[in-house]
């Protein structure tokens, strides 16, 4: 096992295809990270303990909470966040569909929506209203747009 | 200035009649007819704004990060009552990065909220400001909180409204605790009940409500030495600036607030609050950006709330009608100033001839309420229109034949003004036909299992939205023939920027991507805050008349470039139309060099002597499971009466939003404070319990969407408020259908509905 710290440390991964490497301290979160640090600040801040998923990142594959994610723990590996979707300026399939669904309010708790979205939709293109329902249930939206992003998440699955 | 006039207006504003003294200039323009065509009001369009929500770019005030930035925290007091004796900031300002602390020995004479410090020498609830630490980054700000010493002496506290109203609570003034909050009589109430044949009293009870935005509140203020430049998530940017100005005693030039995107504030963010001051009094300090934005604990305590309301009400009811109505309330307003008075839909909804309501404001140690949408219609509407059921039921008569008694009625039975316009039974008539209501059964209908009952219930809403002056906009051409308007207003997620884009682009002649929104800025003129359901109302005339003015002068120049006479041509879709020749807009700007058309526009006060209203009435259709007391809530009908719809797509939005906000407020939403402590034990999302996307049934969104042409000339009023309303007592009312249990406490918990089905049963 490998100790490191207590103080700001070099960490590199990948994050939206680009290899950085950040100058954080251990026990600095993801969150904090690809914000402050690099600036990605799609990704919100609203509970940072866990309990509203607005900070969902997707994390080799997984989406996963990043305030609840060190930082540290990420070395090598590939970060996913809001600002990496697009393509040539084209939105994915995922985006467009919320847009065409009005699927947010606010628009505060839309990334990390759009993110858990995006990850069900690479585990299960085939998802239906159910597993879409079931993967937004951890991403709180105070306004409420709920329906619309089911129906988003379900025209998405249809589409891609 | 020719045909400038000096004039009285009066709107409405949570349920509060207001006057006040604006300058009007020119003539308005007619509201549409109804059924009027029109190439963008009425359509439903995707938010302008799209893509930047689901791209991430989307600026908030959380991802304000500037050069050099500081970051502010706040030290809040432990203790619910004590005053502060003495503070030690000698380790804290020792630690390296401490940049400033202030706190009540140090801080400047700042007169702020109706006080003559924001330092309180007794602090009076857990979460009251004690001292704010400015460092260089977060992490050392919050060490240096732990690091301040304080020392406090403990006063006696009561936190619980119906503790505080005893008399034997401790006196947090000298006058008591309970305040008197307005009270209304119509005709002869104690007559009405000796007429009565039936009488239904009974006490009800709401509790505290977080409003929990998700985007807490926030400041990141930025001095350049002359002028103060405050970027801010708030509802009311001009009300941002003129606190800050006041409290700082600052020339209005001088303060420059900037709210390009805020994420939600539900009532809670009109107006700024002392995170704003440290940031500005910090960087003005030391030159340098400062943030200072609350943590969600901290927006749980000291950012507003819902005030829990404790409400008898007493109706009587004779030959299926009801002849008297009584309410009283009281409101845990903590240590707001003012009380959301629950008796607004009392005193205005129903046309019954006796009617009388007192409220009463109680303070206890506890954050201080703010608006929280439709502030006291919420709690107000819980408890009448439960209790019309109740009445309903005591004279056998079925609940929505009853409130259409009452509901007919054109004339405003407060102020004995007509309506513009109201068109209440069209939605009962929509929503009965949609939620099956002629298949309701008065005892109810078997569920979904044996041990499930289902029932179907409705109630009716009233609120305002009439909107008002002032407020202004502007709309000028680039040369590319596409338009900027500038409105001095912010979008807190309604849609106001699609609406407003969609408003100008019908009146100019435009599609809706050639034109750009500018707001959230207060560089631009005045615009309302966007609280009381008045936005679009206050804004949307003042749009129109400006981008039909900036249609006539670009006609008039198209003339002139063309050589053809105005009047022969026509703007459609940004292309220039005259008798056999259609020439872009571009075309004829690009010959104009630099010229610049502006149109200006402003908002025309209301017509007197007319009351301006929304109505709307849901159903709900429920099912509940007699064993273990959960409420399932299958099926929501909302339909509004908010006269023109300019957007189908973003009004339906918000509809759904307001029934899921409802939704928690009806099962699941109550903060719980303990007593002794005084401390709020679920000031997070895991325990305070907001709905979730499997707690959204179905629901159906419906408008009667005729325009109010006597309201504005955009026919059009407010929905921001409306949707919240009635949800709560519908849900409740259908619990009652089902099951035969009244359940008279929201949040309807598990717990509080087993306790109702037990007395129901005992009485059965």
Redesign the interface.
Known sequence: MQFRGPGALDISLNVNGQDVTVHV?PHRSLLDTV??SL???????????G??G?CTVIVDGRPVYSCLTLAIACEGRTVE???G??RDGK?HVV??A???H?A????????GQ?MSVVALLRANPAAREDDV??A???????????????AAGVAAAKKS | MPGLRVLVSKDEFEGEIYTSTVIVEGNDLPAPKDGADSSEIGRAR??VD??S????????T??V?LPGMLHALILRSPYPRARVRAIDTKKAEALPGVRGILHRFNVPEIEFRSEKTIFREEVRFVGDDVAAVVADDE?IARVALGLIAVDYEILPHVVDLEEAIRDKAPKLTPEGNVFDAGSYKRGDARKGFKDAVVTVEATYRTSTQM??????HGAVASWDGDRLTVWESTQGIFEVRNMIKNALKMDPAKVHVICE????G?GAKLGTYKYSLYASLFSMRLGRPVRCIL??REENLAAGNRSATLQHLRLGGKDGRIVALEHESWSNSGQGRWAANPTGPTNTLYDIANIASTAHRVMTNAGALSAFRAPGYVEGTFALESAVDELAAAMNVDPLTLRRRHARSAIDPRTGNRYTLKRLMDCYAIGAKEIGWSKRKAAGMRGSAPHRRRGLGMATQICGGGGGPPAYADVHFETDGTAVLRVGVQD????TRTAVAQICADEIGLTLDQVTVRIGDTDAPYGPGSGGSVTLASIGPAVRLAANEARAKLLAAAGGVLEVRADELRLERGVVVSKGARTPLREILSKLSSSTIVGTGLRHPNPTGLAIKTFGAHFAQVEVDVRTGEIFVEKIVAVHDIGRIVNP??A???V??????ALGFALTEERIVDRGLGRVMNA???WYE???????P??VVRFVDTPDRKANNLGAKGLGEPPIIPTAAAVANAVANATGARVRHAPMTRARVLEALAIAGAMA
Request: aromatic share 6%.
């Open positions: 301290p914000r402050e600036g990605l600040t799609g990704t919100k801040k609203v509970c940072n303990e309990d509203c607005a966040t809001i600002e979707l697009s939105l985006q467009q919320f847009i065409d009005d947010y309010q606010c628009g505060f708790c839309t990334p759009v329902r079931r937004v249930a951890g991403n709180l939206c105070r306004c409420g747009a709920y329906n619309n992003i089911v | 995707p938010r799209g893509r929500r689901v791209s991430g770019t989307a600026r908030y959380q991802d990060i992490d409003h929990n935005a998700l985007e807490t995107y805020m994420g939600g539900f943590s969600r807190i997620g309604t849609g797509l973003t339906a939005s918000q759904q939003g307001g029934v899921m906000q997070n999302l895991e907001i709905p979730t996307a499997m707690d959204a179905e629901i």
